[in-house]
């Protein structure tokens, strides 16, 4: 996620993460890790393992996914929405109730 | 369905999926974020997904069939650099039948089929994840957002640190390598190539063996 400040969350967290800021801390389902007030996203980083590089140059911050253990939490698919060809938004979560095998390739 | 991982979104990938002519959804990931996500680290990537979303088999090699042999007719054709890297890649070991044999096998017995993993094996085939290869899709992310604000020169220097944090992803370098050339060869703007990688590697160890 890049961030061009690090006093608030970064807008798409929870999307990215499934972390989100809450008043008791930042949290995913129903576990929440406490956060010193007010947010700095340094402080969230820390806590959460994930890594914070920056950019002086250009002003910015980009945070990584969260590390220590394994890349997979959970064997449940992530809310993705990706666009196709035309730029149209297609939901993976519109496929349940079918098997999918999902090819990952490139052009380059 | 296919996803492409490309930096250049639809200018890249969109010709590419309309020569196809594809019926299944195809979508494209200009931000690599099944590279996060998923831990994709390589191309092509397949993912198995059952009918209540839960993955039962996490990124691995996925060859649909075995690639023809180029002719040397086709390879005196081509620039030598590309030439080259089709005659290296006739050396990877890919496992097209065997992968196939296995989807089919899914698809008929679904969650009876013994190459469908458990939740738990899932996770733990996804692989680990230390504080390097956070700070890798950290500096990959970077690079990516000042390439396409028109800083390539910036974006080289982060994309440089990814590779560095975390070699053995090959997504991340073929994707830098292939935007200072197309083709991948040897640049000024990065120290190596796919062709001397994959040779310093070896070939047969390109992509890991498909566990099945």
Same mark, same amino acid.
């Given at each position: 996620?890049?961030?061009?400040?690090?006093?608030?969350?970064?807008?798409?967290?929870?999307?990215?993460?499934?972390?989100?800021?809450?008043?008791?801390?930042?949290?995913?389902? %129903?576990?929440?890790?406490?956060?010193?007030?007010?947010?700095?996203?340094?402080?969230?980083?820390?806590?959460?393992?994930?890594?914070?590089?920056?950019?002086?140059?250009?002003?910015?911050?980009?945070?990584?996914?969260?590390?220590?253990?394994?890349?997979?939490?959970?064997? %449940?698919?992530?809310?993705?929405?990706?666009?196709?060809?035309?730029?149209?938004?297609? %939901?993976?979560?519109?496929?349940?109730?079918?098997?999918?095998?999902?090819?990952?390739?490139?052009?380059? | 369905?296919?996803?492409?991982?490309?930096?250049?979104?639809?200018?890249?990938?969109?010709?590419?999926?309309?020569?196809?002519?594809?019926?299944?959804?195809?979508?494209?990931?200009?931000?690599?974020?099944?590279?996060?996500?998923?831990?994709?680290?390589?191309?092509?990537?397949?993912?198995? +997904?059952?009918?209540?979303?839960?993955?039962?088999?996490?990124?691995?090699?996925?060859?649909?069939?075995?690639?023809?042999?180029?002719?040397?007719?086709?390879?005196?054709?081509?620039?030598?650099?590309?030439?080259?890297? #089709?005659?290296?890649?006739?050396?990877? !070991?890919?496992?097209? $039948?065997?992968?196939?044999?296995?989807?089919?096998?899914?698809? !008929?017995?679904?969650?009876?089929?013994?190459?469908?993993?458990?939740?738990?094996?899932? +996770?733990?085939?996804?692989?680990?994840?230390?504080?390097?290869?956070?700070?890798?899709?950290?500096?990959?992310? #970077?690079?990516?957002?000042?390439?396409?604000?028109?800083?390539?020169?910036?974006?080289?220097?982060?994309?440089?640190?990814?590779?560095?944090?975390?070699?053995?992803?090959?997504?991340?370098?073929?994707?830098?390598?292939?935007?200072?050339?197309? #083709?991948?060869?040897? @640049?000024?703007?990065?120290?190596?190539?796919?062709? @001397?990688?994959?040779?310093?590697?070896?070939? $047969?160890?390109?992509?890991?063996?498909?566990?099945?």
């Amino acid at each position: 996620m890049i961030v061009d400040r690090l006093d608030q969350p970064p807008a798409d967290l929870e999307q990215r993460t499934g972390w989100s800021v809450k008043p008791e801390g930042a949290c995913r389902g %129903e576990v929440c890790v406490p956060l010193p007030a007010p947010f700095d996203t340094a402080e969230l980083a820390t806590r959460l393992r994930m890594a914070l590089v920056h950019d002086e140059q250009h002003g910015l911050w980009a945070l990584g996914p969260e590390s220590g253990g394994h890349t997979l939490t959970s064997a %449940e698919l992530p809310e993705i929405v990706l666009p196709d060809r035309n730029g149209r938004d297609f %939901e993976l979560r519109s496929l349940r109730g079918t098997k999918v095998i999902m090819v990952a390739w490139a052009s380059w | 369905m296919t996803v492409a991982l490309d930096t250049g979104g639809a200018e890249a990938a969109g010709p590419w999926i309309d020569r196809a002519k594809a019926t299944h959804p195809s979508l494209i990931d200009s931000a690599h974020v099944l590279d996060e996500l998923l831990g994709v680290v390589n191309v092509p990537s397949g993912v198995w +997904i059952d009918e209540h979303g839960t993955i039962v088999r996490p990124p691995e090699p996925a060859f649909p069939w075995r690639p023809r042999q180029p002719s040397e007719e086709l390879l005196a054709q081509l620039p030598p650099i590309a030439a080259e890297q #089709l005659r290296e890649a006739q050396k990877i !070991k890919i496992e097209p $039948e065997r992968y196939l044999d296995a989807l089919h096998d899914w698809v !008929k017995h679904g969650a009876g089929s013994r190459y469908a993993l458990s939740p738990d094996e899932v +996770i733990i085939r996804s692989g680990g994840r230390d504080i390097r290869d956070s700070q890798a899709a950290a500096s990959f992310e #970077l690079a990516q957002h000042l390439q396409r604000s028109g800083d390539p020169g910036d974006a080289a220097r982060w994309f440089k640190e990814a590779h560095r944090l975390q070699p053995d992803n090959w997504t991340y370098k073929r994707q830098a390598w292939s935007l200072a050339d197309p #083709l991948q060869g040897p @640049t000024d703007t990065y120290e190596s190539d796919w062709l @001397t990688e994959v040779r310093k590697l070896g070939p $047969e160890n390109y992509y890991p063996p498909v566990r099945l």
